[in-house]
């Protein structure tokens, strides 16, 4: 069974930082693409970040880039986002998410397989 578990979310001031993991289990890690989505009360899930299968390519969206960095150790089956210089509006449930495909990342939320619970961040001005 595919489990992929968000942590490190919580409450931080505006300007503070955060680093949330996923930890996979249950499927070739090295094999698929990942990916962070978040979704902020009454508004659609969005794309944060993905990286490829081997961390060579990655890809944010515009309204985080240069604050926030994904990562992946696929030694250890983890998934990483560093938020730096937090900001009230990046307050979301934060998901990670697993694509498997032999190349490249998906913005699209329908292109992911396999979804975490996702993990609260709570950014106060």
């Known amino acids: 069974q595919v489990q992929l578990e968000e942590s490190g979310g919580g409450l931080v001031q505006a300007g503070g930082s955060l680093r949330l993991s996923c930890a996979a289990s249950g499927l070739s890690f090295s094999e698929h693409a990942m990916g962070w989505f978040r979704q902020a009360p009454g508004k659609e899930r969005e794309f944060v970040a993905g990286i490829s299968r081997a961390g060579g390519t990655k890809w944010s969206a515009d309204s985080v880039k240069g604050r926030f960095t994904i990562s992946r150790d696929n030694a250890k089956n983890t998934l990483y986002l560093q938020m730096n210089t937090l900001k009230p509006e990046d307050t979301a449930v934060y998901y990670c998410?697993?694509?498997?495909?032999?190349?490249?990342?998906?913005?699209?939320?329908?292109?992911?397989?396999?979804w975490g619970q996702g993990t609260q961040v709570t950014v106060s001005s």
């Open positions: 998410a697993a694509d498997f495909r032999l190349s490249g990342i998906s913005s699209s939320e329908h292109e992911y397989d396999y």
